[in-house]
């Protein structure tokens, strides 16, 4: 059980989660009582008992602390929580009210039914900027009602940009020849996973790279193993289709969360853009993830070229039927030494209707603001926010590596000091009226 300490100052202004007191424990299941609302949460490997005060993301219990630390972080937590959530009802409060096909898609997601496909393509077929901000406002306001203004926020840090794929949308497929590569070692990887963790709160990091072999299971175990006994954090990785003994071996070393997108269902498309791939592998793959009880993450790319409104509806109807913990899609950026180089990139809009659409599909989801949507503009972020997503992810990579992780051009953050983002993703989820924390499930 990892003990975690953070200087006061610091918990206060930057901590990406709220302590919660356990109510009582059956089995491995904890209940969780936050300001007066109970969540559940999985004791993976940390026993608990009642009245003990515990971290969760994902729903699994990261970290524990004691009664005398979490105490004061509540009490200055619980004024600015009920804050936050009367900001948070006032921005969901607009009218819902849509006519035509539009309308009775909202009409049965508010009412907890399920959407038919015509429903979805309703949806992605609107282009009325009137009838668009209705769209999001029905879907933030589902947000808000299912699952409140919690917001979780994770760390990547992107450890190895080396890559043996040669997928045509990514610009560190290993057919680009002028990208400098670069490994990080454990040591590395644990000093920066540290400086997120002790220094700046975070309690889920993503742990991303191309799909490099360099890292033997055992090697990946062994940094996997050494981060979870040290830091009360959720790991989640995302590195590719390796076996799933590696998998078995990583979630027993301490990572429980897997972050594999299935990129489109359109079969041709994926054989297409990912040579010598097979969709039905990486499917196999992310639902034996989900079996094997990773919290998972998946989604897909919007805006291929040849991709059509049908391909996004059947995109959000799989990544629904997969269960993940949280959807992770975006937008497709063309790199310019990929061979999609001239692709046209999707509109900000097309995102956020895939957002809303899928929050009014799967009103219980999280879902993620990914950065590919940051590139639209400093406003996006929010406008992902406002249109049904309820989570963010905060790049954590060391400033000397983050250019040269270039899936895509213009990412954003990617000069910014660490500090100056989680300052700004702090200041953003306040005036949204969002709690920067994963309360459980
Ligand atoms: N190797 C890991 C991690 C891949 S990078 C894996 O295979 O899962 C993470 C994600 O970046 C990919 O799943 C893909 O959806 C996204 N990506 C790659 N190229 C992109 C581009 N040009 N624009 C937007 N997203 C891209």
Request: hydrophobic fraction near 40%.
């Amino acid at each position: 059980m990892i003990n975690i300490k953070f200087p006061f100052a610091l918990t206060l202004s930057v901590c990406y989660a709220i302590p919660g007191r356990v109510v009582s424990v059956e089995g491995k299941t904890v209940v969780v009582d936050y300001f007066g609302e109970t969540r559940k949460a999985h004791a993976v490997d940390c026993p608990v008992r009642p009245g003990e005060y515990i971290y969760a993301q994902g729903g699994i219990i990261v970290g524990q602390i004691s009664e005398a630390e979490a105490l004061p972080i509540l009490a200055a937590w619980k004024e600015r929580f009920f804050e936050l959530k009367k900001v948070d009802a006032e921005l969901s409060s607009a009218s819902t009210e849509a006519r035509g096909a539009l309308g009775a898609a909202i009409k049965k997601a508010m009412a907890g039914e399920a959407l038919s496909r015509e429903d979805m393509l309703a949806v992605l077929s609107t282009r009325n900027p009137a009838q668009l901000e209705t769209l999001y406002f029905a879907a933030n306001r589902l947000r808000k009602e299912r699952l409140g203004n919690a917001c979780c926020v994770h760390g990547i840090l992107e450890f190895s940009n080396h890559c043996r794929n040669d997928c045509h949308y990514c610009g560190i497929r290993c057919g680009n020849r002028t990208l400098k590569r670069y490994r990080m070692d454990a040591e590395e990887i644990f000093e920066a996973v540290g400086h997120a963790a002790d220094k700046l709160g975070f309690k889920a990091i993503v742990l991303q790279s191309g799909e490099d072999s360099f890292y033997k299971d055992e090697m990946l175990a062994a940094i996997v193993k050494k981060l979870h006994e040290r830091f009360g954090i959720l790991i989640t990785l995302s590195i590719g289709e390796r076996s799933r003994e590696c998998y078995r071996r990583l979630y027993k070393a301490g990572a429980y969360g897997a972050l594999l997108r299935f990129e489109t269902t359109n079969e041709a498309l994926y054989s297409r853009l990912r040579p010598g791939k097979k969709l039905a592998d990486r499917l196999e793959l992310i639902k034996w993830l989900k079996r094997m009880g990773f919290v998972l993450a998946t989604g897909f790319l919007i805006g291929l070229p040849g991709q059509t409104a049908e391909d996004t509806a059947n995109d959000i109807l799989l990544t629904k039927s997969l269960g993940p913990d949280m959807h992770s899609f975006g937008p497709f950026i063309p790199h310019p030494i990929t061979p999609l180089a001239s692709a046209a990139k999707p509109a900000q809009e097309d995102v956020l209707k895939a957002i809303a659409l899928s929050r009014l599909a799967d009103p219980q989801a999280k879902i993620l603001v990914t950065t590919a949507l940051e590139t639209f503009g400093p406003g996006a972020r929010a406008a992902g926010l406002l249109a049904g997503a309820n989570s963010l992810m905060i790049n954590t990579t060391p400033p000397k590596y983050r250019r040269l992780y270039d899936l895509y051009p213009g990412k954003a953050g990617t000069d910014e000091p660490l500090e100056d983002a989680v300052r700004k993703a702090v200041e953003l989820l306040r005036s949204l009226g969002r709690a920067p924390a994963d309360l459980g499930v």
